[in-house]
């Protein structure tokens, strides 16, 4: 049982590259995120899914699209780069219904830290 | 600002000793939940207290709710070295997020 995978664990792009984050949880949750972390920051929701099929804007979605690929995959994507994106990136889901309230604790995967240059 | 902060940011006890961190925040909750974060890894929950709850317990750690006051602490008795780490605080304020204090950073000296 490996929770929360999230790959790759380190990345460095150019200015204006593009990168797809993975993640898959083996936990049959139904909802999943996109958090960012960042020094000082906390951890900020780019955006998140309630349910399979369903994605919704959180707190900074600017320059980030997502894709729910099956219950299992909630992928990120950066279609241009910037170095304003640089920070580490956590996938996480919970087995509750995102649209109702969080009444179970969130799972996360170990990150993915991103450098743009 | 941020719904939910933490205080102190940073933390530095002996080992042995008991460590308290709050949390205040600024609208109404359904519950309030404490994570703890080793270096380099991804957030792990430790303990849920719903808004009608006052105080929970679990092994070496107690959380307590004071809805009036909009605050909450974290208390982990007799410290170790592997508490070592950031604890966050996040707030389920009904909104469809779950927001995230800023941490704050323990360390624990051998």
């Known amino acids: 049982n490996a929770g929360v995978t999230q790959t790759p664990k380190f990345q460095v792009l150019k200015t204006g590259q593009s990168m797809t984050l993975q993640c898959a949880q083996d936990?049959?949750?139904?909802?999943m995120y996109w958090y960012r972390q960042d020094p000082g920051m906390g951890l900020r929701l780019i955006y998140y899914?309630?349910?399979?099929?369903?994605?919704d804007k959180g707190e900074v979605p600017n320059g980030y699209n997502v894709s729910r690929l099956n219950k299992r995959e909630f992928s990120l994507r950066l279609e241009s780069a910037a170095p304003s994106q640089t920070s580490v990136y956590f996938c996480?889901?919970?087995?509750?219904?995102?649209?109702?309230?969080?009444?179970?604790?969130?799972?996360f995967g170990n990150g993915t830290r991103l450098t743009v240059t | 600002s941020q719904q939910g902060e933490e205080d102190p940011q940073a933390l530095s006890i002996q080992e042995g000793e008991n460590a308290t961190m709050n949390c205040s925040y600024k609208t109404s909750i359904n519950n309030l939940q404490w994570y703890r974060q080793n270096s380099g890894r991804g957030l792990v929950h430790l303990i849920l207290?719903?808004?009608?709850?006052r105080e929970k317990h679990s092994g070496r750690l107690r959380v307590t709710l004071d809805t009036s006051k909009k605050s909450s602490s974290l208390l982990i008795t007799a410290s170790r070295a592997a508490d070592t780490a950031s604890y966050f605080c996040?707030?389920?304020?009904?909104?469809?997020?779950?927001?995230f204090g800023q941490g704050t950073r323990l360390t624990i000296n051998p």
């Open positions: 996040a707030t389920d304020t009904g909104a469809q997020k779950l927001v």
């Open positions: 936990m049959n949750h139904n909802s």
């Open positions: 899914s309630a349910s399979e099929g369903t994605t």
């Open positions: 996480a889901s919970m087995s509750g219904w995102a649209r109702r309230s969080y009444n179970s604790p969130l799972h």
């Open positions: 207290i719903r808004s009608n709850e």
